[in-house]
């Protein structure tokens, strides 16, 4: 019943854009903290960025600081990562994640990033 579904990915040259939604269902969406990681081959999950279930407070891994942005809308249950300046470096399995109380947490299943000339 609870799903959160990533797209937006997709390959893009080096200096490019992208921007990736998340839809939630099936839980209340404006009660949840929301955020995104990354995952390259053969590499550990990495934290991305992150955003409070006002929207008001957001932060972000030194490694996309300054080139991506997160931002939610509630009314559309939707939780977006706007990134730009892309690296090769960026490539990787990008996945949201849903954090509400007491540790409840829900995933999605990844959109593919890739970044290359």
């Known amino acids: 019943q609870v799903h959160l579904v990533e797209s937006g990915g997709g390959l893009v040259q080096p200096g490019g854009s992208l921007r990736l939604s998340c839809a939630a269902s099936g839980f209340t969406f404006s009660d949840y903290g929301m955020n995104w990681y990354r995952q390259a081959p053969e590499k550990e999950r990495e934290f991305v960025a992150t955003i409070a279930r006002t929207g008001s407070l957001t932060n972000y891994a030194d490694s996309v600081k300054g080139r991506f942005t997160i931002s939610r809308d509630n009314a559309k249950n939707t939780v977006y990562l706007q990134m730009n300046s892309l690296k090769p470096e960026d490539t990787a399995v990008y996945t949201c994640?849903?954090?509400?109380?007491?540790?409840?947490?829900?995933w999605g299943q990844g959109t593919q990033v890739t970044v290359s000339s």
């Open positions: 994640q849903a954090i509400g109380r007491y540790g409840r947490s829900y």
